[in-house]
C-alpha cells in the first residue's frame, strides 16, 4: 500500500520568508496530492492539490511542485505571514478510494 | 449548509465502556471516512464507506465498528474502550473517490 513520508515535523521561519514542507510517497500509481492546514483545534481544510499529469500549481502565496520520477511533491509558502501558523499535512490518492496522509509539520512564523 | 458535524465534541470513558460517535453530512457524498489524529502520527483511516450500507476497513480499524444505514449518516462505535484509543476522531467525506474531503470539527475522547 501507499506510504506517505512528511519532512520536517516542525520548521520556524520569520515572518516574510518562505516555508518548504516536503512530501515523499511510495505507490508510482498514485495520481492525486492533496495538502490540508490544520489551525489549533480546528479541523483539516483543503488549501491545494495537484495531479499527476501536472508538474506545478499555485495559488497566490502558495504553491505545490510534483516530481513523478522521483515520487516527492512539495509545499511552498512565500511571504509568510502569523496567519500561516498552523500544522500542514500531505496525502496521497491510496487505490481509488482512500488517502493516505503524512505525518504533518507543524509551522510557526515568527514575528 | 452545515457540512459535516459530529457528536459528541468531548467525551470520557472508563475502560471497557462502549459508545458511538456519530458524523452526519449535508452535501450528499457519497464517500464517508473515520480517521483517528494522535500526535506526530498524522491522520489515520479507521474505517470507510464508499456508499449507503457500504463499509470498509482502514488502516487501524481494530477495536471499531462502523454502520452507514443512511447515506448521510456514518457511525464509528467502540464495544470496549481501551486507553490506546485516546485520541480525537474526525470524519470526512467526499464527492468522489480517494479526492478532496470535507472533514468534521471533531471528537476528543479521552479513555481512563
Known amino acids: 500500500g501507499e506510504n506517505v513520508e512528511q519532512h520536517p515535523s516542525t520548521l520556524s521561519v520569520q515572518e516574510g520568508d518562505s516555508a518548504v514542507i516536503k512530501c515523499t510517497y511510495s505507490?508510482?500509481?498514485?495520481?492525486?496530492f492533496p495538502w490540508y492546514k490544520q489551525e489549533l483545534g480546528k479541523r483539516p481544510q483543503l488549501i491545494i492539490d495537484?495531479?499527476?499529469?501536472?508538474g506545478e500549481k499555485k495559488d497566490q502565496r502558495i504553491a505545490v511542485t510534483l516530481n513523478k520520477t522521483a515520487k516527492h511533491f512539495s509545499l511552498h509558502i512565500t511571504e509568510t505571514q502569523p496567519e500561516d501558523s498552523a500544522v500542514y499535512f500531505c496525502?496521497?490518492?491510496?487505490?481509488?478510494?482512500?488517502?493516505?496522509f503524512g505525518q504533518g509539520t507543524r509551522l510557526t512564523i515568527n514575528p | 449548509n452545515a457540512g459535516v458535524t459530529q457528536t459528541p465534541k468531548f467525551r470520557v470513558l472508563k475502560t471497557g465502556q462502549s459508545m458511538t460517535l456519530l458524523c452526519a453530512q449535508d452535501?450528499?457524498?457519497?464517500?464517508m471516512y473515520w480517521y483517528r489524529q494522535d500526535p506526530g502520527m498524522g491522520l489515520r483511516l479507521i474505517h470507510y464507506?464508499?456508499?449507503?450500507?457500504?463499509?470498509a476497513k482502514g488502516e487501524v480499524p481494530d477495536g471499531y465498528n462502523v454502520s452507514r444505514l443512511k447515506k448521510q449518516n456514518f457511525l464509528l462505535g467502540l464495544e470496549s474502550a481501551a486507553p490506546s484509543q485516546t485520541s480525537v476522531y474526525f470524519c470526512?467525506?467526499?464527492?468522489?473517490?480517494?479526492?478532496?474531503?470535507?472533514f468534521g470539527p471533531g471528537t476528543r475522547l479521552l479513555v481512563l
Open positions: 464507506s464508499v456508499g449507503e450500507g457500504t463499509t
Open positions: 495537484i495531479r499527476s499529469n501536472v
Open positions: 505507490d508510482s500509481a498514485s495520481n492525486y
Open positions: 496525502a496521497a490518492r491510496q487505490g481509488a478510494q482512500k488517502l493516505v
Open positions: 470526512a467525506s467526499g464527492r468522489l473517490a480517494g479526492e478532496t474531503q470535507y
Open positions: 452535501m450528499n457524498h457519497e464517500y
